[in-house]
Nanobody, 115 residues
Framework: QVQLVESGGGLVQAGGSLRLSCVFSGGIFSSYSMGWFRQTLGKEREFVAAINWDGGRTDYADAVKGRFTIARDNAWNTVYLQMNSLKPEDTAVYYC????????WGQGTQVTVSS
């Protein structure tokens, strides 16, 4: 069974940076496209970024383009989300996902950006 464990969330001031990590286990990592969603209380989960199996293709939500970078290391079964120039509106629980024939989700990590 695929398992995803996120880390790296925390409290940061506006303009600061954080790097989220998501460690994959229980399957063949390179068979999965990976990505991140985020969710704030009372709102639907929204797409943030995605990366294909070899890192050759990435996609970003308009709200984070130019500030966030998604990357993966297939040797370490890990996907990263580098978040720069953070804004208070980036505050959310960030969820990692893995998708192939099915989609799997991590438990989420809280990111709080203070103004």
């Amino acid at each position: 069974q695929v398992q995803l464990v996120e880390s790296g969330g925390g409290l940061v001031q506006a303009g600061g940076s954080l790097r989220l990590s998501c460690v994959f286990s229980g399957g063949i990592f390179s068979s999965y496209s990976m990505g991140w969603f985020r969710q704030t209380l009372g709102k639907e989960r929204e797409f943030v970024a995605a990366i294909n199996w070899d890192g050759g293709r990435t996609d970003y939500a308009d709200a984070v383009k130019g500030r966030f970078t998604i990357a993966r290391d297939n040797a370490w079964n890990t996907v990263y989300l580098q978040m720069n120039s953070l804004k208070p509106e980036d505050t959310a629980v960030y969820y990692c996902y893995a998708v192939s024939r099915a989609i799997y989700w991590g438990q989420g990590t809280q990111v709080t950006v203070s103004s």
